[in-house]
C-alpha cells in the first residue's frame, strides 16, 4: 500500500522517508489523522491556488500532506538526538512567504509573478524571468526583438509554435530557468536509499554552515536552527542573498537566529575562510551549481571525505549531475505538481517542501555517523508529492471557501505569519 493510501498518510510517508535515509525508528499515527484534502486546505497554500477572480483549486499532488510527514520526520529524528522539536511549525510553513510578502493567486502567473505556465507546441513550459538579464537573453532564445516592457506576449506566441524539449533546451543553455511538465504520477520518496540503523543520541551540539540563499535552503538551516544547532549564514559580499531585499520580514525569520559571516569570495582570504568554516562544520547547507563551488576551489566531496561525520547538503533544481537552474515555482510545474485546471500550486511550493526534506536528510546523516554528499533535487522532491486528484469539490460559504470531500467541511486558511524572534 503507497503512503498516500494509508490511514495517515503523513505518518506514513515520515516512516518512508526515515526508511529511504537509513534510520529505523518508530512514527506514531496522530489521534486524529488528517486526510491530503485537509492538510491542502489547512496549509494556506490552497488559498493561492487558483484565477485571482476564482476559487482557490485542489492540487494534484499531496505538498501540504508531504510535508507534514517532513516535519513529522524530523521531529522524530529530534527525539532520537535529545533534542526538543516544539518550536517546530506546521504545513503552513508553505504559505508564509506568501502572508509576509501578501501575495495572492493568480492562476497561470505565479503569486510572486515571475513564472508563467506558457503553451507549448505538445505540452506546458514554465518559465521564470526573475532577473534582468533574464530579460535580455530573449532575443537569443526566441531569435526575436522583444519589448523589454512586456516581453510576455511575444515570448507565448514564439513558445506555441515551438516543442516543449525545444523550449527548455534552449532555456537551459542561456541559464534560464525553464521546466516541460510532466503529468506522470509519483516517483518514489526520496533519500539515499541507506541500510536502515538504529541512530543514537547526539554526544554534542551541531554547528550548521548555510552558503545558500533564496527560500529552501535557508529554510533547511532555519528548522535545525529551530531543534538547537547552531547556525553559521555565510554571505558573499558580491552577491547577497536577494531575500533580504525583497522580503525583509521573512528574511529575517529565517535568518534571525543565525550568526552571519560576510566574505568576500573574489579574495584567496575570503575563501581560505569559507574552506576552514565548511572544513570543522557538522552541516553545510549550500544551493549553488556544482561548478560555482569547484571555480572558487572549494570541492564537497573531499570536505566530506576528510570529515569524520559531516552532512553536505547539496539543493540544486534538478540534481548535481544538471547544470540548471530553477525556481520553487517553475520546478514545482516541471514535476507536475500543479492545481487543478493547469495553474502554480501555491507559492514556489517546491522551495519549502525541499527545505524541509534537506533537513531531514541532513540530521539522519549526523545521527547515523555517515560522511556524506547529499545531493537533493527539488524536482525529485516535488515529484513524491504527486498524487492522482483527488476526489473533492470546493464551495463557496459567504465570502470564504471550503473543501468538501464528501466527509467533512473542511475552511481553506489564507496564509499567516509566522512572529519573528
Known sequence: MSWADAADPAAAYARALLTSHGIAADVADAEQPSSIVADWAACGAMHLTGATDGPPRLVEGAPATTMRGALLALSTLARIAGLDPMRLPDSRVLSERAAYMALHRRGRTSAGGATRLLDAADRMVALTLSRPEDIASLPALTGREMTAADPWPSLAE??????????????????????????TLRTPVPGSRSSPVQPAPLAGPVTVVDLSTLWAGP????????????????????????????????????????????????DPHGVAALTELVSTADIVIESTRPRALHQLGVHPAEIVAAAKACSWVSITAYGRAHNRIGYGDDVAAAAGLLGSGAVFAG???????????????????????????????????????RTALPDAAVVARGEEWYVDDGAELVAVRRPTVRPTT
Not at 514564439?158 to 503529468?183: H, T
Open 347 to 385: 507559492d514556489a511550493i517546491a522551495d519549502p517542501l525541499t527545505g524541509a526534506h534537506a533537513a531531514v536528510a541532513a540530521l539522519a546523516g549526523v545521527l547515523t555517523g555517515r560522511s556524506a554528499l547529499l545531493d537533493i533535487a527539488m524536482h525529485d522532491v516535488a515529484r513524491a508529492a
Open 219 to 266: 529554510l533547511c538551516g532555519h528548522l535545525l536552527g529551530l531543534l538547537g544547532a547552531r547556525v553559521i549564514t555565510v554571505e558573499s559580499t558580491r552577491r547577497p542573498d536577494p531575500t533580504r531585499a525583497v522580503a525583509p520580514e521573512f528574511h529575517r525569520l529565517l535568518r534571525g537566529d543565525a550568526a552571519r559571516v560576510t566574505l568576500d569570495l573574489a
Open 158 to 183: 514564439w513558445v506555441r509554435e515551438s516543442p516543449a524539449s525545444e523550449v527548455v533546451e534552449r532555456a537551459v543553455l542561456l541559464g534560464l530557468a525553464a521546466g516541460a511538465v510532466d503529468p
